[in-house]
């Protein structure tokens, strides 16, 4: 059921962060990528030097919370910023997909990022991930995101398509 976001939008992550999980993934400027939900708060990589409440919010796009059972979507519009939830965890009618993510050179790790990792390609696309996603040196990469997808038939086709999706989890193999 999708509902309007009244007020600012860290007021209504907060709200519900207990059914989301920690993990964030925001579209927009100045950043694209994973944030952590602790302690009520958004935080970012601190090589970003973003702090969430010093933020224009309305020069994001796209927030979504993960991690948990439920997977809250929130989107901005003309009319503003509208969320809804999703059951993320695996499906037993709907298929889930896992979609490559950029990164197949893993930083080493330092200690002014706070345990925030940093996975690159060499034409220079950086994504961060945070100390809540434990990566592995000898693990496979790229990272994969794996998301269920929502198939519905057309009221007027009767053909199936995907109408929605969530995130289930962030995996390396």
């Known amino acids: 059921m999708t509902e309007r976001i009244e007020g600012h939008l860290l007021d209504w992550v907060r709200s519900k962060a207990a059914q989301s999980g920690p993990l964030a993934l925001l579209e927009g400027y100045p950043y694209a990528g994973f944030a952590v939900l602790r302690d009520g708060e958004l935080h970012f990589p601190p090589a970003t030097g973003l702090v969430a409440r010093q933020l224009n919010w309305d020069l994001f796009s796209e927030l979504r919370l993960f991690g948990g059972e439920t997977e809250w979507h929130a989107w901005r519009t003309a009319g503003g910023w509208f969320g809804r939830p999703r059951p993320s965890s ?84």
């Open 90 to 173: 695996e499906p037993q009618g709907d298929p889930c997909r896992d979609y490559a993510l950029w990164g197949t050179k893993l930083q080493p790790a330092r200690d002014a990022d706070l345990g925030w990792r940093s996975v690159s390609e060499e034409n220079g696309a950086t994504i961060w991930l945070p100390p809540e996603f434990p990566l592995r040196e000898r693990g496979t990469f790229p990272l994969r995101l794996r998301v269920r997808l929502f198939v519905e038939p057309d009221p007027q086709t009767g053909l199936a398509g995907i109408v929605d999706a969530a995130i289930c989890a962030l995996r390396q193999e």
